[in-house]
């Protein structure tokens, strides 16, 4: 009887330490997704900057150009 308990308390440690394996893997990946992502993120904000400047200079454009238009009508 004892020895049952024994293989018992083995079959659950074992189980136990798979999980421990299982759950450091799925928190590796998450760390290395997360790298992945906040790369990303990095990139596309500076592309949303860029494209933001982009849209200053065309307004800034349109106003001198709408000011030029509008002292030559006069």
Not at 31 to 38: A, G, I, T, Y
Not at 49 to 71: A, D, F, G, P, S
């Amino acid at each position: 009887m004892k020895q049952n308990h024994v293989k018992q308390w083995e079959v659950i440690n074992q189980d136990y330490d798979d999980e421990e394996e299982d759950l450091s893997t799925v928190l590796e990946d998450l760390m290395h997704k997360n790298k992945v992502l906040e790369v990303k993120n990095k990139d596309i904000s500076k592309v949303i900057q860029h494209e933001r400047e982009v849209c200053l200079n065309i307004k800034v454009e349109m106003k001198m150009l709408q000011t030029e238009v509008k002292y030559m009508v006069v």
